[in-house]
């Protein structure tokens, strides 16, 4: 009877060398294939928001996450996701998406002070007898470029009217690219610059352009972080209704100013629609295509102070301010664009710590001017 032949074990050394190896492998091959599909875009689509938890009052956006449950990211299908603009439209809504910068999205203020809350509280009905429903998708930092952006993606939402609102700050050229937001979502930023031959340099340096690495698993380990973070913060936003970090005190809006007449890299006397970004306007318009469109001039805080004969605030010299009014009305007759100037809608005591952040007061005296313009647009005024 033969002994049974035996291969002896390979040494502990050999054995833990090749589970390294494989490892290794396994590890490079996970990146190249994460790079190479880059899958972030549709891992933004997956969300807890309006099943598990409601839709948020608007697009995700803060810096201290720990107490405004909350928290800024760059992946658009997320922030849209998370909104309550995604969930279905019902049959007797009239859905009216509020565009623009930190003013509409509500700076200082809880998200039930905001426009398109005392818009939907007013309780809103159109002459063919649907519920007026605003949705809010102001995003902070002023950029006409980063509303197109915006804008971009809203007609799977349904809108039956888009309320655009913008001020003279958002037009000037250096603004446009300014926003995070826009900077790391370069290639639709460059695809919207070609579809609509905007003024704007597709190689700006202040574009992202992420390298190889950067798309790996590893490079993308904040992205989808905060992709998590998202998620795991609507439970503590759900239950505290909190999503904005805001301060018991701030630094008032100025009202004193050096006698400075210039506007950005611009000077007196005269402000034309080729100094600044109204070719980006245009296509915000043409971006909505079937939907129309209510730009609107929204509220600015006029001062009384020293050298106020110069500059109604802090962002506007009085002769740049004039002419912008001046030059948006006419370009919204000629082009038959729905518009609305409501620079002087809010008193000037509601205004907080800029010169268009408003109280809650001040967001109702919008209001009472903004529904009755919508109103009149959905039953075909003109």
Known sequence: ?????????????????????????????????????????????????????????????????????????????????????????????????????????????????????????????????????????????????????????????????????????????????????????????????????????????????????DRTLIGQRRALADLLRLQLYGFLWAGTGIDQDIPAQYTPRQEDFEPDASFHDLQPPHLTAEDVAFDVLAAGVEAAGPTPILLINEPMFVSAGQNSDIRYNFFYPRWAYDDYRVVLAHTAAARGWPYVDLWDAAANTEFTDSPIHLTPLGESQLAARVGPAILSLAEGAP
């Open 1 to 213: 009877m033969s002994t049974p032949v035996t291969t002896p074990a390979p040494p502990p050394t050999r054995l833990i060398r090749n589970v390294l190896v494989k490892a290794a492998l396994l590890f490079v091959a996970v990146n190249l294939l994460f790079a190479a599909v880059n899958p972030l875009p549709a891992l933004g689509r997956l969300t807890l928001y309006n099943s598990v938890l409601p839709g948020r009052l608007r697009l995700p956006y803060g810096e201290s996450p720990e107490r405004s449950y909350n928290l800024s990211l760059y992946n658009l299908n997320a922030l849209f996701g998370s909104h309550a603009v995604a969930r279905p439209k019902a049959a007797d809504e009239y859905r009216v998406l509020l565009v623009g910068d930190s003013s509409v999205w509500g700076y200082l203020l809880p998200a039930p002070q905001t426009l398109a809350a005392q818009l939907n509280a007013a309780g809103l009905v159109t002459a063919d007898g649907r519920r007026l429903v605003a949705y809010n998708l102001g995003y902070p930092i002023l950029s006409l470029t980063k509303d197109l952006l915006l804008l971009s993606r809203l007609a799977p939402y349904q809108p039956d009217l888009i309320v655009w609102l913008v001020t003279l700050e958002s037009f000037p050229a250096d603004k446009q690219l300014f926003p995070p937001l826009v900077q790391n979502n370069a290639a639709e930023v460059r695809a919207l610059i070609a579809r609509y031959q905007l003024n704007l340099d597709p190689h700006d340096p202040r574009l992202v352009d992420p390298s190889w690495w």
